[in-house]
């Protein structure tokens, strides 16, 4: 079986400036895989690249065997992405937004619908889904855009710290529903500065640092 994520040899420059040197890691499907380093170390970099959201100088990038390079539209239908910021519509109920998110993957109309109402129900959200994002709390807001990056269910969930800024109880909810991912058989790559998130969820590890893979392992 081929890994979830494979990243042989990644490079990426941005005028002077080496973000990627020489990153290489594996994540094997269905597990958590923690992507640790410091600012500017060339996490999110990475993250983009295998999201198709950015063009390497150099090196191997496949998702479930498919070559982001070479298959970028097939390799982002397994993928799914959620980024450090979240980008919600305001005006847009939280269902408005799932289904202007399906539509956008091209889902039926039949399974979207179901899809929609599966995400919300695992996520907690049912009773927020006809209010408009703008008054949902950051909690709430993380986990729609949670709900929005699982709906045409991919294999692999990216995730650029998705805890940051959540109060405790929030941050134990998305944690659970990490553990139910990967129960489930969805591979999770997350990229976290709170130690204790990785320590908590990880199957393997990867520390960047200067772009380069300087340790991996088990927590």
Known sequence: MAPAVLIQNLQKRYGNVEAVKNVSFQ???SEIFGLLGPNGAGKTTT????????????????????????????????LGYVAQEVALDK????RELLQLQASLYHLPAAIAKQRIDTVLELLGLQEYANKKTGTYSGGLR??????AGLLHSPDVLVLDEPTVGLDIESRFVVWEFLRQLRAAG????ITSHYLEEIDALADRVAIIDRGVVIAS???
Do not use: Y
Request: one cysteine or more; hydrophobic letters at 40%.
């Open 186 to 189: 969805t591979t999770v790559l």
């Open 47 to 78: 993250l983009r690249i295998l999201c198709t959201l950015s063009t390497p100088d150099g090196g191997v990038v496949e998702v479930s065997g498919i070559s982001v390079l070479d298959n970028p539209r097939a390799a982002r239908q397994r």
């Open 91 to 94: 005006v847009l109920t939280g």
């Open 142 to 147: 993380k986990r729609l855009d949670l709900a």
């Open 217 to 219: 392992g088990t927590p």
């Open 27 to 29: 994540v094997e499907p």
